[in-house]
């Protein structure tokens, strides 16, 4: 019986520029996949850590120097050639000028106009994640949210965000417009009280340029009013396969739920903690996931170091209790 070769270890690096620009390169000739884009990295050396590794092959084939960079995602690719464990590493700090010592072409491209092709396979999952928002806020309990201050309650929580998002240094996760979403829970709200308060925040949403998610328990029509569903729960427990859904995002309370949400085909994890005394913050590490993953956490500090915290633990960004919006203000 023949058994399986384990997979070979791959550092890769998701370089961020300033303005938010990731850096992209072509594979040289005489390799597999000659011509096709990727992200730059390569082969983990005996007894190197990932970031050694990236560090040292971004040096040896870009002529980049490294100073720090944040794990993300790790997942696992069948290529006819290999198969192997690639571990996605952003890279928001780095100096030097750029020069493919290979004779490679690179490529900076913002996540949303990235035009080159062929891309390698396991390449296009990681644009899907690059433009996925790394900040959400979670409505879940607000007395009065359907009466008539509501709406100006939620556009005062969106403009908060907005002012937050707007200290967030260029490059950063979450920095710029646009780059939020809006969990639209409320699960003691009635379903008829539910309905305006729905169409309400769904305009709201529009104006600010943020993604609204609707929770799986409300009756099917509204996630595809709002083109994106929220599994928590039951829902996503029961769930087997991937919803008809053109986002898809889970709120996940332990280790056991974050599989099943990339088992189905997930966009976003949040992670919230069975044990609410768990740490979420810098000290936690996460566990190696095939998808984004938001630590949900109060953010009593400015949301820039609270992104950092998190994304230095491994995650994408955090999804903020409304605790946020309450001292932010």
Known sequence: MTTQAAPVEVAVGVVLRSDGSVLLGQRPAGKPYAGWWEFPGGKLEAGESVGQALARELHEELGLQVASSWPWVVREFVYPHAHVRLHFHRVFEFSGVIHGRENQAFAWLR????????????????????????????????????????????????????????????GMPGDGGGRSLVLLELPDLAAERFESVFYRV??????????????????????????????????????RDRPAASFVAAICGNESELRKAASIGADLALLDPDDRQAPTGAGRSLPEFAIPTLLVTECRTELASCL????????????????????AR
């Open 308 to 327: 950092a915290q998190a994304c230095r633990a491994g995650a994408h960004g955090v999804a903020l209790d409304l605790r946020f919006w309450q001292h």
């Open 111 to 170: 996540p949303d106009a990235i035009d080159v092709a062929p891309l390698l396979p396991a390449t296009v999952p990681v644009i899907g994640w690059l433009r996925t928002p790394s900040v959400a806020v979670r409505i879940r309990h607000w007395p009065g949210i359907d009466g008539d201050d509501g709406a100006r309650a939620i556009d005062n929580l969106l403009a908060c965000l907005e002012r937050a998002l707007s200290g967030v240094p260029g």
């Open 202 to 239: 769904r305009e709201l949403c529009r104006h600010a340029g943020a993604r609204l998610v609707v929770d799986a328990d409300r009756p099917a029509s509204y996630p595809v009013a709002a083109g994106a569903l929220l599994l928590q729960g039951a829902a996503l427990r029961d769930c």
